[in-house]
């Protein structure tokens, strides 16, 4: 969980014994949606604790899941959605950190062929004969 801190300007020039807190604007006043940097020192980071001392029970978050079909077709779609953009997001990165040459193709179930290549290996899937090439592998039993 990522928090907001808000930026105070605090005036130097007073020449008070005591240290003095910055003054947040009303509007940032809300319900730790903004915090002191002591603040967080104090609590030690730990914003899951009820009034008990107890631990709160998460909810939300990544969770692992079986890897197994799914059966629902709506979250199959977005979890096919998802996991595409970041296999897609690898093989850049791959690529860029490697100076290696990818060509990734990806059929959804519907038969769209998604693709990725590095420019070397683009003409595989722009050119004709490369196109036949893939879609021959796509018909074959």
Same mark, same amino acid.
Not at 66 to 92: M, N, P, V, W
């Given at each position: ?14 020449q008070s014994p005591q240290p003095q807190q910055p003054q947040l604007p009303a509007s940032l006043l809300h319900d730790d949606q903004f915090i002191n940097d002591h603040e967080a020192v /104090? ?11 107890? +631990?709160?029970?998460? +909810?939300?978050?990544?969770? #692992?899941? #079986?890897?197994?079909? &799914? =059966?629902? +077709? ?10 595409? %953009?970041?296999?897609?997001? !690898?093989?850049?990165? $791959?690529?860029? $950190?490697?100076? *290696? =040459?990818? $060509? !990734?193709?990806?059929?959804? /179930? *519907?038969?769209?062929?998604? *693709?990725?290549? *590095?420019?070397? !290996?683009?003409?595989?899937?722009? =050119?004709?004969?490369? #196109?036949?090439? &893939?879609? %021959?592998? $796509?018909?074959?039993?």
């Amino acid at each position: 969980m990522q928090r907001k801190r808000a930026r105070v300007d605090v005036d130097h020039h007073d020449q008070s014994p005591q240290p003095q807190q910055p003054q947040l604007p009303a509007s940032l006043l809300h319900d730790d949606q903004f915090i002191n940097d002591h603040e967080a020192v /104090e609590s030690g980071g730990d914003d899951d604790d009820d009034e008990d001392g107890k +631990k709160s029970e998460k +909810k939300a978050g990544r969770r #692992k899941i #079986k890897i197994e079909f &799914i =059966q629902d +077709k709506s979250r199959r779609h977005i979890t096919f959605s998802k996991r595409k %953009a970041g296999t897609f997001l !690898l093989a850049y990165e $791959l690529s860029t $950190l490697t100076g *290696t =040459q990818v $060509l !990734l193709l990806v059929v959804s /179930e *519907t038969g769209l062929v998604y *693709t990725f290549t *590095t420019a070397k !290996l683009q003409p595989l899937v722009t =050119q004709p004969e490369g #196109k036949n090439l &893939i879609q %021959a592998c $796509l018909n074959a039993p």
